[in-house]
């Protein structure tokens, strides 16, 4: 049917979603307990080895300085915690409603409050599938200027720096996409294959590094879309024939066509 979904884009998050709360929990938890040590122990001067003559710093500088690492802890503890939001891990079109659905890592922030108090900037959620936000197509866009072609041979080349088709200068090709939104911060997309992480390389550094990297990538999203919606045979065939980490792409070429570079200043 003309009408029913079509994804034309599956990929992994470039870590996995547990590795970021691992890091987000050290964080907050180091920050915290070590805010709460500065708020008993602070003491001036600072670095005196004469422990008989310091003396305990004021109660407002304790606790103000324990406070102030104690936030900026957490604040880059919620970073970690964040980021899986905007990792992009299926792409689905959706002709009936004229919409572009982007899956994620995770369920965004706002999801977990309750329809009246969410922010009329989000982008609203797919009612069937928490994790994927909808868009008008005309509000996504690609920001970064890396061409299909430039990726597959970067990726045929194993990470070796390709002639750019717009400067004509060799350059070292990003390994993903980054998908921006005009109303708030964008998507990143993992494209690039596997073979990029060289795992039989003969240098072992080389070898163990590229086995560690992709040890910490996710799998391919190959859920099915909300809906009842199965897979369609070329993604069966795909996921039959890819690494379990490999990103999929229905046409690579006419997704660089379908979101387009532009900036998002000059849409103001």
């Given at each position: 049917m003309a009408s029913a979904p079509r994804v034309i884009f599956r990929g992994p998050p470039g870590m996995r979603k547990a590795i970021y709360y691992f890091i987000g929990s050290v964080f907050t938890g180091a920050g915290s307990y070590q805010g709460y040590l500065l708020t008993q122990h602070l003491s001036w001067p600072l670095f005196s080895r004469d422990v008989e003559n310091t003396k305990l710093a004021p109660p407002m500088l304790r606790y103000a300085t324990g406070g102030g690492i104690g936030l900026t802890a957490g604040a880059l503890g919620m970073f970690f915690f964040w980021t899986p939001t905007r990792l992009a891990t299926r792409v689905t079109l959706y002709?009936?409603?004229?919409?572009?659905?982007?899956?994620?890592?995770?369920?965004p922030f706002?999801?977990?409050?309750?329809?009246?108090?969410?922010?009329?900037?989000?982008a609203p959620l797919n009612p069937k599938d928490p994790c994927e936000r909808l868009h008008t197509l005309s509000a996504l866009y690609r920001r970064d200027r890396t061409s299909a072609v430039e990726i597959e041979q970067y990726a045929q080349g194993k990470g070796i720096r390709v002639v750019s088709a717009t400067s004509g200068k060799r350059q070292k090709v990003p390994s993903s996409i980054l998908l921006g939104e005009d109303a708030s911060f964008g998507y990143q997309l993992e494209a690039s294959p596997t073979p990029m992480f060289d795992t039989k390389a003969k240098n072992l550094y080389r070898q163990y590094w590229s086995r560690f990297r992709l040890g910490l990538r996710g799998d391919t999203d190959w859920s099915k879309v909300a809906g009842g919606h199965a897979l369609s045979d070329a993604e069966l065939t795909a996921r039959q024939q890819l690494h379990p980490k490999d990103p999929w792409f229905l046409d690579r070429r006419n997704f660089d066509r379908l979101f387009p570079v532009r900036s998002y200043k000059s849409e103001k």
């Open positions: 002709p009936a409603i004229r919409q572009v659905g982007i899956r994620t890592a995770a369920r706002h999801s977990f409050l309750p329809t009246s108090m969410r922010s009329k900037k989000s």
